[in-house]
């Protein structure tokens, strides 16, 4: 009989039509899942291996000109809807809202995992809030591993 082991989901994910990545933690290692509608890969980690987790931020600058783009199409929304076009007026709205959610969506920052034979991407924290509050999770765990003799 196998024994099972407990993980912990982390922060972030990434997510697009048909396919997610995440992170989990297990006892001695990071457990990467990349899933699609028919398979899952899974690419373990271990605690000790690690030698660097890499954190950039600043992401594409496609966010910025979405999110510009949303504020004046929310202007347009405004200002078509005062003078009773209503027809422009929504589909500037509908606008607004898709680039608004699309721009706050993108990744603002990039994270790779660096251990000795590979450097791999970490999508899944493509959020600087969610790789922050991950990346204080891995710490204590990488550090106690890496004090004890192997």
Request: with cysteine; aromatic share 14%.
């Amino acid at each position: 009989m196998t024994d099972r082991i407990a993980y912990k989901k982390l922060p972030g994910f990434a997510s697009a039509p048909f396919r997610r990545r995440s992170l989990y933690a297990g006892p001695d290692h990071v457990l990467s899942v990349r899933s699609s509608a028919y398979m899952e890969e899974y690419r373990r980690f271990y605690f000790r291996d690690i030698q660097a987790i890499v954190l950039s931020e600043g992401g594409s600058g496609w966010s910025y000109y979405l999110l510009a783009s949303a504020a004046f199409l929310f202007l347009m929304f405004l200002l078509l809807g005062y003078s009773w076009h209503l027809i422009f007026s929504g589909l500037c709205g509908a606008g607004a809202l898709c680039a608004f959610v699309i721009g706050v969506r993108l990744p603002n920052c990039a994270c790779y995992l660096k251990t000795a034979t590979t450097t791999e991407p970490l999508p899944s924290l493509g959020r600087l809030r969610a790789a922050r509050r991950t990346l204080a999770i891995l710490r204590p765990l990488i550090e106690t591993a890496q004090e004890t003799p192997h």
